[in-house]
């Protein structure tokens, strides 16, 4: 059996046929037995170095050298001693609060510009923007234009076809997505590469002509008034002597 010696004994600890004749011990208490070692072992020593690496820096720059120091004596990765200052209270980095507009500008951008834009323009890091965006319950996805797998769908095309589109440079792709216009300008130069019986319709549509988006007149928005006066101008066209209608065109060709 798996995790059982060949010659098993009793396991002078668990008390079962399963220890090893070496140690009689079975590989679980064998585990247990062993001392606990932690990585990261901070001292009285390790923290008083670190206090004066605080103290004794009056610039950024001073205090980055004397980290620097601690990382190569100690072997402590960054982030383990930039935490042992927190839990000592040793940072003396302030944080800036966000204000309305900012975060109105977040709401606007989010998902039109990449995090790295949006940390430009507000003058904050990559790491507090996308922090923020979470606590607003925004996504920091850039939506705009289409991935391969939506124009996939919209267009009823095969991946094969819309990787073959690209290659030929016919679509482009911008942080990953392909945007709008340049879908737009295949539709437009290259139909013969897709089945209208095949794309959706209504997307189709609204891009290629973007007044069917808008709302059509509704049949509660119907105006009496306007039918009545309608009407009157098309009976008083009627009898006038000019311009026959179609109708009566007909009527004289019948005879």
């Known amino acids: 059996m798996r995790g059982v010696p060949n010659n098993p004994v009793k396991c002078i600890t ?5 220890g090893c004749a070496s140690d009689r011990l079975c590989h679980g208490c064998r585990l247990l037995s062993r001392p606990t070692r932690r990585k990261f072992g901070w001292t009285p020593e390790w ?15 001073e205090l980055s050298a ?22 000592l209270g040793l940072s003396f980095s302030k944080r800036r609060p ?26 904050r890091s990559h790491s507090s923007v996308k922090a923020k965006l979470k606590d607003l319950g925004l996504s920091a996805r850039v939506s705009e234009g289409y991935t391969q797998d939506d ?4 267009l009823g095309a095969s ?9 030929r440079g016919w679509l482009r792709l911008v942080n990953g ?30 891009l290629l002509f973007p007044a069917f988006n808008r709302t059509p007149q509704r049949r509660h ?9 309608s009407a009157e101008t098309q009976s008083s066209r009627a009898l006038q002597p000019y311009g026959a209608s179609e109708f009566e065109s007909n009527s004289d060709v019948a005879r």
């Open 66 to 87: 004397n980290l620097d120091n601690l990382q190569k004596q100690s072997g402590f990765t960054r982030n383990v001693i930039l935490s042992r200052a927190v839990q």
């Open 221 to 229: 928005d119907f105006d009496p008034a306007r039918a009545a006066y």
């Open 14 to 18: 668990c008390r079962r046929m399963n």
């Open 98 to 123: 966000w204000t309305d507009e900012e975060a109105r500008v977040l709401e606007e951008r989010s998902g039109e510009a990449t995090v790295k834009s949006l940390a430009t323009r507000l003058n």
């Open 151 to 154: 124009l996939r769908q919209l």
């Open 159 to 167: 991946t094969r076809s819309i990787r073959h589109w690209l290659a």
């Open 47 to 61: 923290d008083e170095i670190l206090r004066r690496s605080y103290t004794n820096s009056t610039r950024r720059e």
């Open 177 to 206: 997505r392909i945007p709008e216009a340049s879908v737009l300008r295949f539709l437009r130069l290259h139909s013969e590469q897709y089945h209208l019986g095949r794309v959706n319709q209504a997307w189709f549509k609204g």
